[in-house]
């Protein structure tokens, strides 16, 4: 039984904008923390968008915690 490549690669989530993608994927420009459309911008950009998306979870994180609570 042979296995597809979505099967052998791991869904990953993208560090700079948070896009769910497979890793590895043969061909794919993407590397384990960034999707393929992230992995050729400049480490300047990339710093910056890591530090949003690390923000926004911590967001989305805490407002979970209120509507569980306030819920």
């Keep these: 039984m042979t296995m597809s490549d979505e099967q052998i690669g791991k869904d990953r989530t993208c560090r ?3 896009a769910g993608f497979v890793y ?3 061909g ?3 590397t384990k923390r960034l ?3 992230c992995a ?3 480490e300047a950009v990339l710093r910056v968008l890591e530090a ?3 923000e926004i979870s911590r967001l ?3 407002l979970a915690r209120a509507r569980g609570e306030a819920g």
Excluded: E
């Design 35 to 37: 999707c393929p459309s």
């Design 52 to 54: 949003h998306q690390l």
């Design 60 to 62: 989305k994180r805490a």
């Design 24 to 26: 590895p994927q043969q």
């Design 16 to 18: 700079a904008c948070g």
């Design 28 to 30: 794919s420009l993407a």
């Design 40 to 42: 050729g911008l400049p």
